[in-house]
């Protein structure tokens, strides 16, 4: 059992088991709550053909990420546990306990020598980076970790085939899971580029036998095609380069070349700090999180020309050791061999007795000898000297510790700078500033280099005879995991659910966290927090069109209309192709009265292309309900031929993931008032075969068929069908009432209209219908109980107090019904019902 593994794995898993009782946050609702990709419905094979989010690669919309593995993992977790987060959550954490067991084994083939302090220090520290809070702790970061552990996996094969006498297998096994990495993400594709660098370091340029019918020139080959077929089938499956908004990458859509240049070059700058110093984190990094840097002089330059220069120069002496090592004569690069062969394959003083990568007791009597790993056999480094000697060399002339130190500055650089390449904005243009998840993969090269640095600093003090200052290096390693494991349980409670998150980010990302944490402050019903929090991200940016959208959803739920009104003007200003602000203006509209201007509103949004949209499912969803709304207007003004053009266009331009129900349901009704009621019947049924559960299409059905005499019975099942359906729908009732008193069935009636106003207290129009059935059925006392309740709601209603006057008068109460009708007298001056009601009062009294 590999112990350090075992124990950096529990450590990592220790560290997430936090985020097991997390939820679905930011990212995760696009790729898995609405991702139509997840549902048993959607065949697989469209998870080939869609992009991360769910949308075809071929549309003009795509984010252009291919990730179909990745999804492919959601949904078996969707299919085990439907949307239960924790069992997405689950996987995330033990595929992070996987990748830190790989890159304990990464470390035990990079990190020279006996080097068990840098390989525990690499594993430690990779187990609790926060930087990797958002990969585990946000679901969608499975991408990063699924490109992670393949990565690593197409690595530990490759290196193993290059020792092995170049099994075909394990060169098999690198392509295959290079190709499975760049399904998961994009930055997997760095794996073959990592293979390859293995390749050209420690590939035994000199060794020509027992390589089988690979040869090293082979090997190249075949990696260096792999690599560009995968580059050229990823350039042709994301097609044109997807647009991105400016908010999303601001600088990148700068004028100045200077600007642009100094920023992007800052930003790898910025990721690296964030691996050397993880203090300042946020869930986005976009608009102005980074401000720009338009200057030369702008103290941040400085730090681009460190990580430049430090990166140059180990870069350089990377590869004047590995030249140096090159340039050996034959008996040195047989010296190389000899020191390999014996200290990754065979020990020759245990040879063909030691099993298990353990020397025989015999062996470790004679040469000091433990039961550790192969590659710190000690028989194997004497085997090795000997074989220095018999070629007259000594073992201070031993180049090979150069050239192995080399090509683990070589290797670490390539995990640190290779998978980070593709997102860097340095190439091409990419829709995010500085992401933390994508530093998942880089963080391994990271890891790689501290644990070297810190295992040498540590050498070099015990080489030097200073206990101390050795302790001291151990002392400070072990408050760095420690601090970097608080930080890290810290930042994974951020991740627990939206508004934490959003509220960690106020001080980085101030518009971007404030316009997010209202949204989330509005849908729990915090409406006053909500609207501070929206007023303040429009403060830092005042053109953020879903800041506005959301204000105005807000202000319409407060009934403040015309406050709405503006916020969805502004929203429709900043971002003309928002669909849904033109159905919620339509909407706010219509309740102030202006139904003219709703119409143009609504005409306007269904009209809008959804070309180049991130979300066009949403978009062509607000399409329709424009239509449908618009329909609904003309209905409402009894322009019926207008209502039924507008619901037959929204038929036309219906999408597949709309469901038709509705549509089809107020077809039906918009035919039945049209007295066309074959067709409108026919309608009925096609929603009903859509959705047998469709409630609203339960009842104008009933409606319909209660038309006809001869099929009153039939009219009657389908509400009953519609009670048991939605028992807790106050509708259902109201409607099954207004049968029942057609049928003349008054106390039956009154009882479903009461029913109806107990569920929905606060509907005017309930507790009205409801006062009036119970009048009907003789039952004055409770109606005026209700009649008072409708004066309750609407105090400044005529209509509530003529009608309290009446049941009034009804019950013998003739000084409180004067009173009300007096009351709706000066509300509604004039009114015949009233002044004749009261004139009806005053004979009785006289």
């Known amino acids: 059992m590999d112990i350090l593994?075992?124990?950096?794995?529990?450590v990592a898993t220790a560290l997430y088991c936090n985020t097991l009782q997390a939820g679905f946050v930011y990212d995760d609702r696009r790729a898995i709550l609405t991702n139509p990709d997840l549902l048993s419905s959607t065949p697989w094979y469209r998870l080939l053909e869609n992009d991360f989010w769910g949308t075809p690669l071929r549309d003009s919309g795509s984010h252009g990420s291919y990730r179909p593995l990745c999804v492919a993992t959601f949904r078996l977790n969707h299919l085990l546990g439907n949307l239960e987060p924790w069992g997405y959550h689950l996987v995330n954490v033990a595929l992070?306990?996987?990748?830190?067991?790989?890159v304990i084994k990464v470390a035990r083939k990079v990190l020279p020598g006996r080097n068990n302090l840098g390989h525990a220090i690499t594993g430690f520290l990779f187990a609790v980076h926060p930087i990797h809070s958002e990969a585990v702790a946000g679901i969608v970061g499975r991408a990063d970790l699924l490109a992670c552990f393949l990565t690593l996996t197409a690595f530990l094969a490759y290196s193993m085939y290059c020792d092995q006498s170049r099994s075909p297998f394990l060169l098999l096994l690198a392509l295959v899971s290079s190709t499975l990495a760049t399904?998961?993400?994009?930055?997997?594709?760095?794996?073959?580029?990592?293979?390859?660098?293995?390749?050209?370091?420690?590939?035994?340029?000199?060794?020509?036998?027992?390589?089988g019918w690979l040869t090293r020139g082979r090997s190249l080959g075949i990696l260096s095609g792999t690599l560009a077929l995968l580059v050229l089938g990823r350039l042709r499956i994301?097609?044109?380069?997807?647009?991105?908004?400016?908010?999303?990458?601001?600088?990148?859509?700068?004028?100045?070349?200077?600007?642009?240049?100094?920023?992007?070059?800052?930003?790898?700058?910025?990721?690296?700090?964030?691996?050397?110093?993880?203090?300042?984190?946020?869930?986005?990094?976009?608009?102005?999180?980074?401000?720009?840097?338009?200057?030369?002089?702008?103290?941040r330059n400085l730090e681009s020309a460190c990580l430049y220069t430090a990166l140059a120069g180990a870069a350089l002496w990377a590869v004047k050791g590995l030249r140096r090592g090159t340039r050996e004569s034959p008996a040195s690069s047989v010296q190389v061999q000899v020191y390999q062969r014996n200290a990754s394959s065979r020990c020759p003083v245990c040879a063909g007795r030691r099993t298990g990568g353990c020397h025989t007791d015999g062996c470790r009597a004679a040469n000091n000898n433990n039961n550790g790993p192969i590659g710190d056999c000690h028989c194997a480094k004497r085997a090795m000297n000997l074989s220095c000697g018999s070629y007259g060399l000594?073992?201070?002339?031993?180049?090979?510790?150069?050239?192995?130190?080399?090509?683990?500055?070589?290797?670490?650089?390539?995990?640190?700078?290779?998978?980070?390449?593709?997102?860097?904005n340095l190439f091409f243009y990419v829709g995010f500033v500085i992401a933390e998840r994508i530093l998942y993969l880089p963080s391994v090269g990271a890891c790689l280099i501290i644990g070297g640095a810190i295992s040498a600093?540590?050498?070099?003090?015990?080489?030097?005879?200073?206990?101390?200052?050795?302790?001291?290096?151990?002392?400070?390693?072990?408050?760095?995991?420690?601090?970097?494991?608080?930080?890290?349980?810290?930042?994974?409670?951020?991740?627990?659910?939206?508004?934490?998150?959003?509220?960690?980010?106020?001080?980085?990302?101030?518009?971007?966290?404030?316009?997010?944490?209202?949204?989330?402050?509005?849908?729990?019903?915090?409406?006053?927090?909500?609207?501070?929090?929206?007023?303040?991200?429009?403060?830092?940016?005042?053109?953020?069109?879903?800041?506005?959208?959301?204000?105005?959803?807000?202000?319409?739920?407060?009934?403040?209309?015309?406050?709405?009104?503006?916020s969805y003007q502004r929203a429709i200003h900043f971002r003309p192709s928002l669909a849904q602000a033109y159905v919620n203006l339509g909407a706010a509209l219509l309740s102030v009265g202006r139904g003219t201007e709703a119409a143009a509103v609504l005409r306007a949004g269904a009209s809008l292309d959804g070309s180049g949209l991130k979300d066009k499912r949403a978009h062509e969803a607000a399409r329709v309900q424009a239509l449908l709304q618009l329909g609904a207007l003309y209905a409402d003004q009894g322009r019926l031929q207008r209502a039924l053009s507008a619901y037959r266009e929204a038929l036309h331009t219906l999408p597949d993931h709309y469901p038709p129900q509705s549509v089809y349901n107020l077809l039906g009704e918009t035919l039945s008032r049209l007295q066309q009621y074959a067709e409108a019947e026919r309608w009925f049924q096609a929603s009903l075969a859509s959705q047998p559960d469709h409630v609203p299409a339960h009842i104008t059905y009933g409606k319909l068929l209660a038309r006809n005499s001869s099929r009153i019975l039939e009219a009657e099942r389908w509400f009953l069908r519609a009670r048991r359906l939605a028992p807790d729908d106050p509708s259902v009732h109201h409607h099954y009432g207004i049968f029942l008193t057609s049928q003349g069935r008054l106390a039956e009636a009154a009882e479903e209209q009461l029913r109806a106003a107990e569920l929905s207290r606060s509907d005017y129009e309930l507790s009205v219908a409801a006062a009036s059935a119970l009048r009907q059925a003789d039952r004055r006392e409770e109606a005026e109980i209700w009649y008072r309740h409708a004066v309750n709601l609407r105090p400044q209603e005529a209509r509530s107090h003529t009608n309290l006057g009446a049941i009034l008068h009804l019950n013998g109460k003739y000084k409180q019904a004067a009173a009300a009708y007096r009351e709706a007298l000066r509300l509604q001056p004039g009114d015949a019902t009233t002044i004749t009601n009261l004139h009806k009062l005053a004979a009785l009294l006289a």
């Not at 992070?96 to 790989?102: E, I, N, R, S």
């Not at 073959?192 to 060794?207: I, K, M």
């Not at 192995?404 to 700078?417: D, M, R």
């Open 238 to 299: 994301a097609g044109s380069r997807p647009e991105f908004a400016s908010a999303d990458n601001p600088t990148a859509k700068h004028p100045s070349r200077l600007t642009r240049g100094l920023t992007f070059l800052y930003l790898p700058a910025a990721s690296a700090r964030m691996l050397l110093c993880p203090s300042t984190l946020s869930f986005d990094w976009s608009m102005d999180a980074v401000p720009r840097i338009t200057s030369l002089l702008d103290s």
């Open 183 to 211: 399904l998961a993400k994009e930055t997997g594709i760095s794996s073959l580029a990592l293979c390859l660098l293995w390749e050209l370091c420690r590939g035994e340029p000199n060794r020509k036998v027992n390589c």
């Open 394 to 424: 000594s073992t201070g002339s031993f180049s090979s510790q150069k050239r192995v130190a080399a090509t683990s500055v070589a290797i670490s650089l390539g995990f640190l700078v290779l998978p980070f390449l593709p997102a860097s």
């Open 96 to 102: 992070h306990a996987a990748c830190t067991v790989l």
């Open 457 to 566: 600093c540590y050498r070099i003090a015990r080489r030097h005879g200073s206990r101390t200052r050795a302790r001291a290096v151990l002392l400070a390693t072990a408050v760095l995991i420690g601090l970097m494991s608080a930080k890290t349980l810290l930042r994974n409670t951020d991740w627990y659910d939206e508004e934490s998150l959003y509220r960690s980010a106020l001080n980085v990302n101030p518009p971007k966290a404030y316009g997010n944490l209202g949204s989330v402050l509005s849908a729990q019903g915090r409406v006053a927090e909500a609207e501070e929090a929206f007023t303040q991200a429009l403060r830092y940016r005042p053109n953020m069109a879903d800041v506005h959208y959301n204000l105005g959803i807000l202000q319409q739920g407060r009934k403040n209309y015309e406050e709405a009104i503006l």
């Open 5 to 10: 593994a075992v124990a950096c794995a529990l």
